[in-house]
């Protein structure tokens, strides 16, 4: 992300951001990053927050669907993780120009990688 976003990838952060935008679902997500990278099945998410499975499986498929939780399968269970990949390119854009206009400050990294996960 060198260079100014172009209008697509804006979209696409908006959508993130729309994604993650009701209270259950970033639950959701910080319970999944709490976990990383081991993750959780959805009966522990279930579980843990009180959401109904029916309920928590919208949530998880709107948040796999823009690339925010990942989904893998080990025999019968799925697993979820949160996709910190895709969580630290959404905080960058958001921050990637921090302070640019005014020059009261130098930018920071918002996330820095920790070796092992985030």
């Known amino acids: 992300m060198g260079r100014k976003p172009n209008s697509r990838q804006v979209a696409k952060y908006a959508r993130m951001l729309s994604a993650l935008g009701t209270e259950s679902r970033l639950k959701v997500v910080r319970l999944l990053l709490s976990a990383h990278p081991h993750g959780l099945v ?68 918002v996330v820095s990688p920790i070796a092992g996960g985030v």
């Open 42 to 109: 959805a009966s522990e998410i279930a579980s843990e927050l009180r959401i109904p499975n029916s309920t928590l499986s919208h949530y998880l498929d709107k948040l796999k669907n823009h690339n925010l939780v990942k989904v893998r399968r080990a025999g019968t269970y799925l697993w979820y993780t949160a996709n910190d990949d895709a969580l630290r390119e959404l905080l960058t854009f958001l921050y990637k120009e921090c302070c640019t206009r005014s020059s009261a400050s130098r930018s920071k990294p």
